[in-house]
């Protein structure tokens, strides 16, 4: 999976989300999307892939390499060419027909070192390229959903700083053999004044329902939200089986006065924590919860949010059933 890309004169495909840029980089689920389309794109353009994230704090302090050392240094791009794209949204047509492999990448990509900034998933369109099976034989042998899980344990593992935080906030804390989760997306609120998308609140009693039915001698449970008053719902109604993650709600890329640190350490550990839940259940418009289903390594207690019911749903259906678009129609459903 790795790129093969050891000689001096090695060129770069780097997913870039700095500060410097002055670009959005939206939330988490849009970030990877993007980091695994870059990814793809340096292995068909035969480049040396590499992260550049500072955005709001930089990223090797809370994600550590994997398998591979992503990590950017601003020396390989000391006296060689550069630029920058940003192909966020409607902008990643510029490279469609690249996408196709109607046309090499780099007689679009010409410098030494290509910064890039994308929130879209193309593995659809990938898979369309003739040569595919012979250029990346895994995009065409396996689901997305496993891609997802494969490329993203490739190239992360928490931090020591992570790994720490999360022992000390969640492994400690259980009491249970089992954990019930739930992500609950509100929509603009206090906690996000600046959420840009009207939603309809989801019917919390749906929830509580469900969570009443559970042996609370068995599960502990975890709420990850957007909006302080469904956690202080959640604890009243179940104080003696909630576990909680410290910190002020944020968003990644509308951090406005909180701690940027420590708002990217809280989500970064309810993404965890979602990941690992025996039940899980997610809603229907939120990437981020939805992300954490496809990269869990439990197969069953997967449940999507329709309406006022829960459906049982996996990692490979998951998307088809909480959104009309489909899973491969394109952009990955990853908004947080």
């Known amino acids: 999976m790795e790129p093969k890309q050891t000689r001096q004169n090695v060129r770069y495909m780097v997913y870039d989300c700095t500060k410097a840029r002055g670009s959005t980089c939206y939330g988490w689920s849009d970030r990877i999307a993007g980091i695994v389309t870059t990814f793809i794109i340096s292995i068909l353009s035969r480049r040396q892939f590499l992260i550049n994230f500072d955005t709001p704090c930089l990223l090797e302090d809370f994600l ?14 000391k006296n060689r060419s550069s630029s920058f794209h940003d192909l966020n949204n409607n902008r990643h047509k510029k490279i469609y027909k ?25 593995i659809k369109y990938f898979r ?23 490329v993203y344990k490739f190239l992360f593992k928490l931090s020591p700083l992570s790994d ?21 997306r509100i929509g603009r609120n206090p906690n996000m004044p600046r959420d840009i998308i009207t939603r ?9 329902k469900y969570f009443d039915t559970l042996n609370m001698k068995e599960y502990d449970l975890f709420v990850a939200t957007d909006t302080d008053s469904v956690k202080t719902e959640a604890k009243r109604r179940y ?31 309810d993404f965890y924590i979602l990941m690992e839940c025996d039940k899980l259940i997610i809603p229907s418009d939120s ?11 439990d197969e069953d207690g997967l449940y999507c949010w329709r309406d006022t ?28």
């Not at 550590?64 to 791009?77: C, E, I, K, L, M």
Request: aromatic share 12%; with cysteine.
């Open 64 to 77: 550590a390499p994997g398998d591979y050392d992503w990590r950017y240094n601003s020396s390989v791009a």
């Open 98 to 122: 690249h996408m196709l492999g109607k046309s090499d990448f780099n007689t679009f990509f010409n410098d030494d070192v290509i910064f890039l900034l994308m929130n879209w998933d193309f």
């Open 128 to 150: 369309l390229r003739r040569n595919i099976s012979r250029e990346i034989p895994w995009l065409t042998k396996y689901h997305q959903a496993d891609i997802y899980k494969h």
């Open 164 to 184: 720490q935080a999360l022992n000390d906030h969640y492994r400690s804390r259980r009491q249970r053999s089992k954990i019930a989760c739930a992500h609950i």
């Open 200 to 208: 309809v609140a989801p019917t919390l009693d749906t929830l509580w």
């Open 239 to 269: 104080h003696d089986n909630m576990i909680d993650t410290p910190g002020n709600i944020t968003h990644i890329d509308q951090t406005s006065n909180s701690d940027p640190r420590e708002g990217f350490l809280k989500q970064l550990l």
């Open 287 to 297: 990437g981020f919860s939805m992300l954490a289903a496809l990269l869990r390594d």
């Open 309 to 336: 019911t829960f459906v049982p749903c996996s990692r490979y259906t998951a998307v088809d059933v909480v959104q009309n678009r489909k899973f491969n129609g394109g952009k990955m459903p990853l908004k947080t």
